[in-house]
């Protein structure tokens, strides 16, 4: 008798209260693994690490949170193994997964996943060696309208990315148009900046963050910036409107599951991924990479996939037919 009112007495304690926390973190397993679809010290690679440092060191999560980088075919081989998971398996993204598709390099979309959320945005940059005789965006725009050919123009990690696409859309406002471009695709910015100061390229097109440290080193120039204005931190780089030329271009990075994810493993990172963009440490990490932050929960995330495919297709749709 006992025993059946003690049962009795446990269930309705469970009742009234609900999931005690050790329950609740039951929705996802003690251990996460997020996959950075590019080599160690890319921008992918360095989200997934800043949002595993920070969910650890805020004890926003309660397990183990691992980096798993899976190289190759501009981000294809991360997303594909990430799509065939079930659970436990993250996988950071951003516009290219979008072009990807729309160029046809891929069969994968943002819709054949799960949308946990949007995170931050940065700028696009176009840099030379440091010796280099290229003196400006302008006088480089100038130079390839003459010339198309004139320039060998590096970026990483696959054509159709933001990378390019800025530049291009610079390109554009001279007359230049994208096939008569000189592109050579790099399996990161580090190799890039290599060709770049080996003198195999003469002009590079990456985010900001990519190109700042070597821009500290003295290896590198910033010709221009994507931004809107010129930016507090670098008051001496010169934005592509200043050169003449109407861009304004942010790049963006999201985290994703793989497909099928149940509603309360989405609410449980939609809570966690909330309180993340909120501590102190995540404003550290956008300080020092000079992102933008730019958090969108998972439904705010569809939603701005689905605008974003519908801009892509747009714009590589008039480069086709121009």
Known sequence: MGKKIMVGLTLLIMFISGCSPKEERKVISDEVTIV????????????????????VSEKLFDGDIHVLNKVGAGGELGWKYVQQQ???????????????????????????????????????????????????????????????????????????????????????????????LDFYVYENSAQVVDALLKNQIDVATMTLAEAKKYYDAGQVKLLVISADERLQELPEIPTW?????????EHWRGIMGPPHMTKEEIQFWDRTLEKMVQTEAWQQILEKYMWNDFYKNSNETVKFLEEQGKMYEALMKVDHTE
């Not at 950075?36 to 969910?55: F, H, K, M, N, Y």
């Not at 931050?120 to 280099?132: K, M």
């Not at 400006?136 to 004139?150: E, G, I, V």
């Not at 409107?241 to 861009?247: H, S, Y």
């Open 241 to 249: 409107t200043e050169e003449g030329m109407a861009v304004v271009f």
């Open 36 to 55: 950075a679809p590019s080599s160690v010290g890319g921008g992918w690679d360095t989200t997934a690490r800043a949002i595993q440092e920070i969910l």
């Open 86 to 180: 079930k659970e436990s398996v993250l996988a950071i993204n951003s516009s290219l997964l979008i072009t990807n598709h729309l160029l046809g390099q891929s069969k994968l979309t943002y819709k054949d996943f799960t949308p946990i959320a949007t995170l931050a945005t940065e700028w696009e940059v176009v840099i030379v060696a440091e010796d280099s005789t290229i003196s400006s965006a302008k006088s480089l725009m100038d130079s390839l309208k003459k010339a198309p050919h004139a320039y060998k123009i590096g970026l990483s990690p696959r054509l159709g990315n933001d990378d390019q696409l800025s530049f291009v859309l610079a390109g554009k406002q001279v007359g230049l148009k994208p096939e008569e």
